[in-house]
């Protein structure tokens, strides 16, 4: 037999790609703590630990609106199945944390869904689960957005503004109220 044949089966890894976005993060520098657009091996018995006490935290987000430990990720696998799974828990008891249309108050946990939004304060995360086999470790791999991953979210007006573009509050109605008429109806 040749080496090649008496070679190990290679061990596929999970994977956690981050994608991490701030409006400030060029002024404040709130990532330069992150090592982006690198694998980095996670023991599978340890839990990735996010926020900003550096002695606790592997991921640190230089920030003082950000708690000692924000939120942490614990590697699994689901009961009676080959399947490998994150938890994701709130540390926090001053922000909520968003994960997808789910809010997480202090100490709630869900399971991380395999491609979401991670969202608390200004910080957005775009969170994605790459399978694998590894029983023994896990990795992250972490970006930067250059740009908003949710859309901006546009406050409604308080007044309607009709098709014209002319806002109705800059010529006053001078006591008429609007009528109501049906199609069918004739004026």
Same mark, same amino acid.
């Given at each position: 037999m040749t080496s090649f044949e008496e070679a190990e089966t290679e061990? =596929?890894? =999970?994977?956690?790609?981050? =994608?991490? %976005?701030h409006p400030c993060q060029d002024n404040k520098m709130m990532f330069r703590c992150l090592n982006f657009c690198k694998r980095e091996q996670v023991r599978a018995d340890e839990v990735a630990k996010f926020g900003r006490d550096s002695n606790v935290c592997h991921y640190n987000l230089m920030d003082t609106r950000v708690s000692r430990i924000q939120f942490s990720l614990q590697f699994y696998?689901?009961? #009676?199945? *080959?399947?490998?799974?994150?938890?994701?828990? #709130?540390m926090s008891k001053k922000t909520k944390l968003i994960?997808? &249309? =789910?809010?997480?108050? %202090?100490l709630n946990k869900?399971?991380?869904?395999w491609k979401c939004i991670i969202c608390f304060g200004d910080y957005q995360i775009l969170a994605e689960v790459q399978e694998g086999e590894s029983v023994d470790y896990f990795e992250t791999h972490l970006h930067l957005a250059q740009a908003p991953i949710l859309q901006e979210r546009c406050l409604p007006s308080l007044q309607p503004i009709?098709? #014209?573009?002319? *806002? *109705?509050?800059?010529?006053? *109605? &001078?006591?008429?109220?609007?009528?109501?008429?049906?199609e069918n109806e004739s004026c």
């Amino acid at each position: 037999m040749t080496s090649f044949e008496e070679a190990e089966t290679e061990e =596929t890894v =999970t994977c956690l790609h981050m =994608t991490f %976005y701030h409006p400030c993060q060029d002024n404040k520098m709130m990532f330069r703590c992150l090592n982006f657009c690198k694998r980095e091996q996670v023991r599978a018995d340890e839990v990735a630990k996010f926020g900003r006490d550096s002695n606790v935290c592997h991921y640190n987000l230089m920030d003082t609106r950000v708690s000692r430990i924000q939120f942490s990720l614990q590697f699994y696998r689901k009961l #009676n199945s *080959s399947q490998f799974c994150f938890e994701i828990k #709130n540390m926090s008891k001053k922000t909520k944390l968003i994960v997808d &249309q =789910t809010e997480l108050g %202090y100490l709630n946990k869900i399971d991380l869904p395999w491609k979401c939004i991670i969202c608390f304060g200004d910080y957005q995360i775009l969170a994605e689960v790459q399978e694998g086999e590894s029983v023994d470790y896990f990795e992250t791999h972490l970006h930067l957005a250059q740009a908003p991953i949710l859309q901006e979210r546009c406050l409604p007006s308080l007044q309607p503004i009709p098709e #014209n573009g002319v *806002s *109705s509050s800059l010529f006053p *109605s &001078q006591g008429k109220s609007p009528i109501e008429i049906d199609e069918n109806e004739s004026c």
